[in-house]
């Protein structure tokens, strides 16, 4: 007898947005709200925590990289997501990053103590971070998953493209520790009202209605298959520069010759790239072959890193390459839970996915470490900047050696 919660799950077919519409746009509110907007800010807290302790750049990429040392529970948060639901699991995370943000704002400012938070971020953000969106998205959409994603993930883009501007201004006048006060705002006010009202499982994910996995299961073993491995690799050298760029991208745009102010454009300029990146990639990968997509989009990057090592003091030309990495950090959003859905299903997304991104937290870490660490090592980012273009085509190569399974209409 067929499986009727497995057909509907992956039921193709028209309704999808008139279903799931409110689920796409809250997924993008808090989006915008997680963990992943203080990532994509963090780098202009840098300059104010530099003149506040007095550390090296290099120094600081080695408190950073706790975070990902925190984030390699991932599985198991994903695991928590599969069995006990998306909205208790997501609700608590809002909690507590809300939580966090607070009494960081609040703490002294010792090293040790620092690094512990740093850590304690990376464990509390996976709860808030695209395990938690795009397990939502996912779940609802087939034939429109890979725009539904794209929207979704819009929500974080914008986000990052109006806020580093006002990040700027608020921590140029008042300290970093204002920053933390905004975060707790928007992820306590804006976060988990969007959480509690809008995200929730489709009747047939809810944890009463999921049967546990079975040897028979099409994605049990999923560790096995080559599948899995390549979208790692990929995923790897995909974090590795964009965690790097990203981590120190204020630093680095000063090198460049941009002042202060023209460098937290350039987080804004590296946001509207990954809005182009997800909905275009999104847009493309339910028409076009998805390896293909997936190989042009990473390979962009590639272009914005190779002029990043060629030019100096081009303001245009360094907003307009930092742009061209974020087309890519944009599109691994909508590539990397479309192919986890569209390989092995969704009823273990979570804990895939988890795994997945406990992987990618492997070329984040060495991307933020290497990045710092070349830079005292040179005296410059040069040469990070030429082995970001080397990874991203690697990974643009990986992904276009992927074969994935068609979408096969079920008749209702």
């Given at each position: 007898?067929?499986?009727?919660?497995a057909?509907?799950?992956?039921?193709?077919?028209?309704?999808?947005?008139?279903?799931?519409?409110?689920?796409?746009?809250?997924?993008?509110?808090?989006?915008a709200?997680?963990?992943n907007?203080l990532y994509?800010?963090?780098?202009?807290f840098?300059?104010s925590?530099?003149?506040?302790?007095?550390w090296?750049?290099?120094?600081?990429?080695?408190?950073q990289?706790?975070?990902?040392?925190?984030?390699?529970?991932?599985?198991?948060?994903?695991w928590?997501?599969?069995?006990?639901?998306?909205?208790p699991?997501?609700?608590?995370?809002?909690?507590?990053?809300?939580?966090?943000?607070?009494?960081?704002?609040?703490m002294?400012?010792?090293?040790?103590?620092?690094?512990?938070?740093?850590f304690?971020?990376?464990?509390?953000?996976?709860?808030?971070?695209?395990?938690?969106?795009?397990?939502?998205?996912t779940s609802?959409?087939?034939?429109?998953?890979?725009?539904?994603?794209a929207?979704s993930a819009?929500g974080?883009?914008l986000?990052?493209v109006?806020?580093?501007?006002?990040?700027?201004?608020?921590?140029?006048?008042?300290?970093w520790?204002?920053?933390?006060w905004?975060?707790?705002?928007?992820?306590?006010?804006?976060?988990?009202?969007?959480?509690?009202?809008?995200?929730?499982?489709?009747?047939?994910?809810?944890?009463s209605?999921?049967?546990?996995?079975?040897?028979?299961?099409?994605?049990h073993?999923?560790?096995?298959?080559?599948?899995?491995?390549?979208?790692?690799?990929?995923?790897?050298?995909?974090?590795m520069p964009?965690?790097?760029?990203?981590?120190?991208?204020?630093?680095?745009l000063q090198?460049?010759?941009?002042?202060?102010?023209?460098?937290?454009?350039?987080?804004?300029a590296?946001?509207?790239?990954?809005?182009?990146?997800?909905?275009?990639?999104?847009?493309?990968?339910?028409?076009?072959?998805?390896?293909?997509?997936?190989?042009l989009?990473?390979?962009?990057?590639?272009?914005?890193?190779l002029?990043?090592w060629?030019?100096?003091?081009?303001?245009?030309?360094a907003?307009?390459?930092i742009?061209?990495?974020g087309?890519?950090?944009?599109?691994?959003?909508?590539?990397?839970?479309?192919?986890?859905?569209r390989?092995?299903?969704?009823?273990?997304?979570?804990?895939?996915?988890?795994?997945?991104?406990?992987?990618?937290?492997?070329?984040?870490l060495?991307?933020?470490?290497?990045?710092?660490?070349?830079?005292?090592?040179?005296?410059?980012?040069?040469?990070?900047?030429?082995?970001?273009a080397?990874?991203?085509?690697?990974?643009?190569?990986?992904?276009?050696?992927?074969r994935?399974?068609?979408?096969?209409?079920?008749?209702?």
């Open positions: 007898m067929p499986d009727t919660r057909m509907r799950e992956d039921q193709p077919g028209t309704g999808e947005w008139q279903r799931g519409w409110t689920v796409a746009v809250g997924a993008g509110l808090t989006a709200t997680g963990v907007l994509f800010v963090f780098s202009i840098i300059p925590l530099l003149k506040d302790t007095g090296t750049l290099g120094q600081f990429s080695q408190l990289a706790l975070v990902g040392l925190g984030s390699l529970i991932a599985p198991l948060v994903g928590a997501f599969d069995h006990y639901g998306l909205r699991v997501y609700a608590l995370g809002m909690v507590a990053l809300t939580g966090l943000y607070i009494f960081i704002a609040l002294p400012l010792q090293p040790i103590l620092f690094g512990v938070m740093v304690v971020t990376g464990v509390i953000g996976v709860f808030t971070s695209s395990i938690a969106y795009t397990r939502a998205v609802w959409f087939t034939v429109h998953r890979g725009f539904a994603l929207i819009t974080l883009s986000a990052a109006i806020f580093p501007p006002v990040f700027e201004h608020l921590i140029s006048e008042n300290g520790r204002a920053g933390y905004l975060l707790a705002v928007l992820s306590g006010c804006v976060g988990l009202p969007v959480v509690l009202w809008l995200l929730r499982d489709p009747p047939w994910r809810q944890p209605h999921v049967v546990p996995t079975d040897a028979s299961s099409p994605d073993g999923f560790a096995r298959t080559p599948t899995f491995w390549a979208i790692g690799l990929a995923y790897i050298c995909i974090n964009g965690g790097g760029l990203l981590s120190q991208a204020v630093p680095m090198e460049e010759g941009l002042s202060f102010k023209f460098a937290a454009w350039g987080i804004s590296f946001a509207s790239g990954q809005l182009v990146g997800r909905l275009g990639c999104g847009w493309m990968l339910d028409r076009r072959n998805p390896s293909r997509v997936a190989a989009f990473t390979a962009i990057p590639a272009i914005g890193c002029i990043l060629g030019t100096h003091g081009n303001t245009a030309v907003l307009f390459a742009a061209a990495v087309i890519q950090q944009g599109a691994e959003i909508d590539l990397i839970p479309f192919f986890v859905a390989r092995f299903g969704t009823q273990r997304y979570g804990t895939i996915y988890g795994w997945l991104q406990t992987l990618a937290w492997v070329g984040t060495a991307g933020i470490l290497l990045f710092g660490k070349m830079h005292d090592w040179t005296g410059s980012y040069a040469l990070f900047q030429m082995g970001g080397v990874a991203y085509l690697i990974a643009a190569t990986t992904f276009g050696m992927i994935l399974p068609a979408v096969t209409p079920v008749s209702r």
